[in-house]
């Protein structure tokens, strides 16, 4: 299965430690997407990345929050100092390029954050 | 700020009978994408539409690009058990930052009862 995987798909966290969400994107393709889904909310964009570039993070919190996608490896975000307030589901997505017109984006299964 | 308004926000129907989902929005959109999304999952791809007045046909879905590339509907011919879920717009727009982002609306959530 060459989808976007995520992983862990479940992560438990108390008030104040850190979470890393990681996510490999599909073969092939180099644009990565973080998006946050809250509970009866839509999908929330977060940022947008390239290898080793951070593209668009105007969807990002500004304390706490970061991203990266190294030369290797998966995508992280990572979350400082987790507050009760970031327990959502978040989901990352990749598409193959930027295209004017398309901009397809496929989507891991998500990690579920709950901070206790 | 855009904003994609889906409605209706929740539909339970029988098995059998025909349904159509809308998404509305006071923006122009390069795109929209059609996903479906299951419990516990992420979003799955249905359809991508890109030309104002498109149609396009996935077996009984049906899914519409208004003219202007401002709303979209999906509609599903004799609904199955199957089709259960949650159905999710997303418009695909240039950002501030230059880049494409996709806004999603809230989702409208389906349940066929057989």
């Known amino acids: 299965n060459a989808g976007v995987m995520q992983n862990p798909r479940h992560l438990v966290r108390r008030r104040g430690q850190e979470a890393r969400l990681r996510c490999s994107p599909m073969?092939?393709?180099?644009?990565v997407y973080w998006y946050r889904q809250l509970p009866e909310e839509g999908l929330k964009f977060m940022v947008y990345l390239q290898k080793e570039n951070i593209i668009d993070e105007s969807g990002m919190p500004k304390e706490r929050f970061s991203a990266e996608f190294p030369k290797e490896g998966p995508s992280i975000l990572r979350i400082q100092q987790v507050v009760r307030g970031d327990s959502a589901a978040y989901f990352c997505?990749?598409?193959?390029?930027?295209?004017?017109?398309?901009?397809?984006?496929?989507f891991g299964p998500g990690t579920r954050l709950t901070v206790l | 700020t855009q904003l994609l308004e889906q409605s209706p926000q929740f539909l339970s129907i029988q098995e059998g009978e025909n349904l159509t989902v809308y998404c509305n929005s006071s923006?122009?959109?390069?795109?929209l994408q059609w996903y479906r999304q299951e419990p516990g999952e992420g979003p799955v791809l249905l359809v991508t539409v890109v030309t104002g007045g498109e149609v396009k046909k996935l077996k009984r879905l049906t899914f519409q690009f208004g003219d202007a590339r401002k709303d979209s509907s999906l509609h599903i011919t004799a609904a199955q058990p199957g089709d259960t879920g949650l159905y999710l717009c997303?418009?695909?727009?240039?950002?501030?930052?230059?880049?494409?982002?996709?806004?999603f609306g809230k989702g409208t959530k389906l349940s066929v009862i057989p």
């Open positions: 923006s122009v959109f390069s795109s």
């Open positions: 997505a990749s598409s193959l390029g930027q295209d004017s017109s398309y901009n397809e984006q496929f």
């Open positions: 073969k092939g393709h180099s644009h």
């Open positions: 997303a418009g695909s727009s240039r950002s501030g930052a230059g880049s494409y982002q996709l806004t």
